[in-house]
């Protein structure tokens, strides 16, 4: 299944964020903040990612439902998006 800017949707707009909030974890290493400071923000970027990661397994999901909807072989089955869902968790 190929994924775009489309299909991505709130999970590109998390990542964005979180992309920018991994900017500000090594800036603050950079200006020698505090340990906890810092760990309370990459731990937000580490849910931040989890997140887009789930979302990205949702949209397969949908993705695949509407294809048998449709009456259409899934361009995954529903083993492979186990898979990958297991494997952020």
Known sequence: MEL???TA???LIRLRRAHG???GVI???EAG???TKVLTQLAAVSKALD???FKIVATGLRHC???RDRGEEPPMSAEELEK???ALA
Do not use: C, S, T
């Open 4 to 6: 775009n800017a489309a």
């Open 65 to 67: 439902q509407a294809a």
């Open 84 to 86: 990958l869902f297991l």
């Open 51 to 53: 997140r887009a990661g």
């Open 9 to 11: 949707g709130d999970a």
């Open 21 to 23: 909030q991994l900017a």
């Open 27 to 29: 800036a603050m290493i």
């Open 33 to 35: 903040e505090d340990l």
